[in-house]
């Protein structure tokens, strides 16, 4: 968390929390993801019934964090 505190700061991001990722997603138009997590932590059921604005996210993640799936919905645009 510290580590991810210092970049949000150096380079004036807002830092999001797993407890709230819906509403950070919600929110934003560029989301960069990068967890050390082993397995997908941004799926389809995150956009269920949002009001969805257009959205590109970053997947820096090794493995991949965000579902593939998502690159399908026609307001995302998966890198």
């Not at 510290?2 to 709230?20: P, S, V, W």
């Not at 990722?21 to 919600?26: E, G, S, T, V, Y």
């Amino acid at each position: 968390v510290e580590r991810a505190k210092n970049i949000a700061q150096e380079y004036a991001l807002q830092l999001g929390t797993f407890d709230n990722l819906r509403n950070h997603i919600a929110e934003n138009d560029i989301i960069i993801v990068s967890t050390g997590a082993g397995s997908v932590v941004v799926n389809e059921d995150i956009f269920s019934g949002m009001t969805v604005s257009k959205k590109i996210i970053f997947d820096l993640s090794v493995p991949r964090n965000v579902d593939d799936k998502i690159s399908q919905l026609p307001h995302v645009t998966l890198i």
